[in-house]
């Protein structure tokens, strides 16, 4: 199988966080995977973009046009990506920020979580990376949640290690919120 | 096997020169390349080495220029404009016939440009780039895994030479991260460094300069650089094919936008349409051979680039009007980077024609 998606929002919202933690899940699962960063020369701010290829053979492009899913936390991101997603793909939206009125996607599934209302409701506004990431395993199978949690280890430093429950609880709300949206 | 793992391509670029057995870094910070220095800053002291934060690009080659002409495995790297600072130095190290590894994780020109991927610097890396007509061998990884494998490859290249050695990538490459196997460093028999200063009291008298004022001296040495160049061509080409056996468009394209080929080229091939990829890994020496059997087979050739057309040139010398070359390219800048499915496209296209 082959998977690719595309996380989008602005600098620090966590979205190279959440590329790296499902990369090195997909690494712990002993898939191949490219993780392709794109942001501005802004610390905070600017736009900031990934994409991941996770896949059983090899990878190919790290570069993808039109993502299968496509996850976007801020309303600039969904007008630039919105219609890049792939007929028949998905595109989860930070509902709390984010307006899909104006995108005529009837072709596509959307998703809506309030992302950054979840993240205030487990006491921090910063773990909105984490519920995207939630959302997306809950809707695509590219990796058990179970991988997820060891890449957290990786994906954070060590100083960060302390905040691991905190950001599996905002994984295990992401998750039930678009499983919720969904049925 | 070792553990795989999951690291920026220019942080094993890094792994690899410290692997080949770099102790010397010299450079001076610039997007989107500085991952080198800095893993590097943090590494070497430990090894018994040494990470120079120079005060230019400038300093930094003749830094490399020095260390290499004690005998010492070194390196410096930078991205485009500091590139174009360091010629001066390389020429004085080709001329001087000094090893050293030199790594340009390019980015978007002319000028200060931008930060994003470009490959703008083809003609100036295998063309001689600084003044004086030399050549150095240049290696363009499209993977995390061969930044690790072509930067220890360039160290070895640059002892059997005596040649610095360019590593040239892009912001894919280098920024993006993939799953790399750190393997152990290949054991080759390599050259005795017979040439090394070795300072006051170490026996008979050893120069290292490029300057050469006495009757035909310098002629002689042009003529064996010259040698030294044909003997790379004959030995040491690297390429990649991906289904070009078969193809009726052969696609070529180095570094990063390889990657975006090929999986367009798998698309086409779903489609039907019969193309093929070939990647030259060492853009100097160019594999002109073994590029123009394949693309001669095939018939027609599509260079892929991201700039406005420079290897495009190499490629129709290559073929020597034997087989239609045509051209995609996309100038550098910030979303210029083609999808698989724009290049698919102008495959589309392209067979439309045949």
């Known amino acids: ?183 | 096997m070792s553990k795989r793992l999951f690291v920026k391509g220019n942080e094993a670029a890094a792994m690899g020169a410290l692997e080949a057995g770099c102790r010397y870094y010299f450079g001076y910070p610039i997007t989107p390349q500085s991952d080198i220095p800095e893993y590097l800053s943090r590494e070497l002291p430990g090894l018994g080495g040494e990470f120079i934060q120079a005060e230019s690009e400038v300093a930094s080659i003749n830094m490399l220029l020095g260390a290499s002409a004690c005998g010492k495995r070194a390196m410096t790297s930078s991205s485009s404009p500091g590139i174009s600072l360091k010629q001066e130095g390389i020429s004085y190290m080709a001329g001087s016939e000094l090893p050293g590894v030199i790594i340009n994780i390019s980015r978007s020109g002319p000028g200060l440009g931008g930060i994003d991927a470009s490959q703008s610097d083809y003609f100036q890396s295998v063309k001689g780039g600084g003044h004086g007509g030399y050549h150095i061998p240049v290696l363009a990884p499209n993977s995390v895994q061969e930044m690790y494998d072509l930067t220890m490859h360039a160290f070895d290249l640059a002892d059997l030479y005596r040649t610095p050695v360019m590593v040239l990538g892009d912001s894919v490459v280098g920024q993006m991260k993939e799953a790399l196997v750190p393997n152990p460093r290949p054991q080759r028999e390599l050259p005795e460094k017979d040439w090394a200063v070795r300072g006051k009291g170490g026996g008979e008298q050893r120069v290292v300069k490029s300057l050469f004022l006495g009757d035909g001296e310098l002629e002689a040495h042009n003529w064996k650089l010259h040698a030294k160049y044909q003997v790379m061509k004959e030995k040491e080409v690297m390429y990649e094919t991906y289904l070009a056996d078969d193809a009726e468009l052969l696609v070529t394209g180095f570094g990063s936008v390889s990657r975006i080929a090929q999986t367009a080229i798998a698309m086409a091939r779903e489609e039907g349409l019969k193309v093929g990829l070939f990647r030259p890994i060492t853009l100097f020496p160019f594999p002109e051979k073994a590029l123009a059997e394949a693309g001669i087979r095939a018939g027609r050739v599509l260079v892929v680039e991201l700039n406005c057309g420079q290897m495009v040139e190499d490629v129709r010398l290559a073929v020597n009007g034997k087989a239609e070359v045509g051209f995609y390219g996309r100038p550098p800048g910030a979303g210029s980077l083609p999808s698989p499915e724009e290049l698919l496209d102008v495959i589309r296209k392209s067979c439309a024609r045949i």
Do not use: W
């Open chain 1, 1 to 183: 199988m082959r998977y690719d998606l595309m996380i989008a929002g602005f600098g620090g919202q966590g979205v190279l966080l959440a590329g790296n933690l499902l990369s090195y899940a997909a690494i712990e699962e002993g898939k191949n995977v490219s993780y392709f960063p794109a942001y501005g020369v802004e610390k905070r701010g600017g736009s900031a973009t990934c994409t991941v290829v996770i896949a059983d053979g090899a990878v190919g492009s790290p570069v993808v046009g039109n993502p299968s899913t496509l996850v976007v936390l801020n309303q600039a991101s969904l007008e630039r990506f919105g219609s890049k997603v792939r007929p028949g793909g998905i595109c989860i939206y930070n509902s709390s920020l984010v307006d899909v009125s104006g995108l005529d996607r009837g072709d596509i599934t959307l998703v809506p979580v309030p992302m950054n209302e979840i993240a205030m409701e487990l006491g921090d506004s910063r773990m909105v990376n984490m519920v995207a990431v939630g959302a997306y395993l809950a809707l695509v199978p590219a990796v058990g949640t179970a991988s997820v949690a060891g890449a957290l280890e990786q994906a954070l430093p060590e100083r960060n290690h302390r905040f691991i429950p905190a950001n599996l609880k905002a994984i295990e709300a992401g998750g039930a919120a678009a499983r919720q949206k969904k049925a």
